[in-house]
């Protein structure tokens, strides 16, 4: 299910920061700047003319080997993790990420430092609700050759927990927890990330980490330090001194948490996953995570995602609860028969309601609309899911019985399938933005047999009836 939240938030003004990228070792100057409603996670690559515009969307993962990359055509974003999973951590939705090189900068090997500069920026809220992915079956993503794995279960908020187990003397098994993502800066923000030293001997080799340092990356030391690995280090890092401290890291490095490993993992995972393209509500839990099985499973994400967002038909069986009758339906609205076109509530929020009509034979407009092959009018759908809306938008007041609901504007109306007798239409309504003053802005959709027949954003308010608008 999709449900619609709290307020989005983006940035309440632009702030930068510059850095040397890890495997490019380029200069990179990044600003973080406020971004309207609904425009998620967008990097710009502002060295470029025109500026290219990249999505952080799972569709446009390009590579995972020690960093997530992104690529438009033929433009590239490197090591996107630490940045999204600050802007994640921070609870933003939406923001422009401008840089003037190909990959992001390193800073410590952490997000800190993008979690403290957007703190400086602060946040504002925006006019929309954010729209959540609330998980209500297992989804799994599993590397048979690796044993990672990664699978999101149901819960009431959502948790990450993060297992890794290296095999080795010097870093073995560790895990990480985060119960709410409002701890991210406090918890797994500072965590940097890591490699053993046979790993960055091979990166070297490569000509990769050219912006690396003893600072912005743990080295867990699994074996010897022979003379030649030596030198080698010390022609890359422009040092005379070196030495394994006996937790086994390399150089001068504190560690700040035990399990500072694991923690960075649950913080790619954190960065990796907002290319899903929505905030998610379940429990998280990562086996041996790494960039490969992260986006790969924010790419299933994705398509579950896209898939009810397609279809938002709520699910109605003959034992689903009733919410509101007939009866309790009418001392709310102010409609009656033959006019009244809602049956029966199931589902009412704060953000949403989910009604139904059924569509007898009997209904009066048959005697007229085609009557040799009846058709429910469009517009009296369009009405019904309105008094549906008006369920929502009246229980926001102590005394609907004295307001009448009033139609403002109708957008975005369409009509996907014929209405027919014995039909049972079930309406689902969402708010668009928070109701003020009365006003309800609302996405209506109206489903048979679990396909939609049409759907509409709708306008509408409430006044009290001695405020009504009278006849001239």
Not at 344 to 351: A, M
């Amino acid at each position: 299910m999709i449900k619609q939240t709290i307020p989005q938030k983006t940035l309440a003004q632009t702030v930068s920061l510059s850095g040397i990228g890890l495997h490019t070792g380029k200069q990179v100057h990044l600003n973080f700047k406020p971004a309207p409603e609904n425009t998620g996670f967008v990097f710009h690559r502002t060295d470029l003319d025109p500026v290219v515009e990249i999505p952080a969307s799972a569709t446009l993962v390009s590579q995972t080997e020690r960093s997530t990359s992104l690529q438009k055509g033929e433009v590239v974003i490197q090591t996107t993790e630490h940045v999204l999973a600050a802007l994640v951590g921070a609870g933003i939705d939406n923001c422009i990420i401008e840089i003037d090189n190909s990959e992001l900068p390193i800073m410590d090997g952490s997000s800190i430092v993008f979690s403290e500069a957007i703190e400086k920026a602060g946040i504002t809220k925006q006019t929309s609700l954010r729209e959540e992915f609330v998980v209500d079956e297992i989804i799994l993503v599993k590397d048979e050759q690796t044993g990672s794995e990664i699978m999101v279960l149901p819960a009431d908020k959502t948790t990450y927990t993060v297992m890794i187990d290296f095999e080795t003397q010097v870093l073995g098994t560790q895990n990480a927890v985060l119960e709410d993502i409002s701890s991210f800066h406090k918890e797994i923000s500072a965590a940097r990330t890591f490699c053993f030293l046979h790993e960055l001997e091979t990166m070297l080799e490569n000509g990769l980490i050219k912006g690396g340092d003893l600072n912005n990356a743990i080295v867990y030391v699994d074996q010897p330090l022979a003379d030649r690995k030596m030198d080698l280090l010390h022609h890359a890092f422009n040092t005379s001194e070196l030495k394994v401290h006996p937790n086994g890291i390399l150089d001068n490095l504190t560690l700040h948490h035990p399990n500072e490993a694991a923690r960075h993992k649950l913080l790619d995972v954190v960065g990796d996953l907002a290319l899903a393209g929505m905030p998610i509500q379940g429990r998280i839990v990562a086996t041996k995570p790494g960039h490969s099985i992260n986006t790969q499973f924010a790419q299933k994400l994705a398509q579950v995602i896209k898939e009810k967002q397609r279809n938002k038909a709520p699910k109605i069986c003959d034992d689903t609860p009733v919410l509101m009758d007939i009866n309790q339906i009418m001392a709310m609205l102010p409609h009656r028969p033959p006019f009244l076109l809602v049956d029966k509530i199931f589902e009412l929020s704060q953000t949403h309601v989910v009604g139904l009509k059924n569509v007898t034979m009997n209904e009066p407009f048959f005697q007229g609309h085609f009557p040799g092959a009846p058709i429910m009018p469009g517009v009296l759908q369009i009405e019904a899911m309105a008094q549906a809306g008006g369920v929502l938008v009246l229980n926001t007041v102590p005394d609907p019985e004295n307001y009448l609901t009033f139609f403002m504007k109708i957008d975005n109306a369409k009509f996907k399938r014929p209405v027919l007798p014995g039909d049972t239409l079930i309406f689902r309504l969402e708010l668009i933005t928070p109701i003020r003053r009365g006003i309800c802005n609302m996405k209506g959709y109206a489903f048979v047999n679990g396909q939609l027949v049409s759907e509409a954003e709708l306008m509408a308010q409430i006044l009290r009836r001695e405020n009504s608008p009278k006849p001239s």
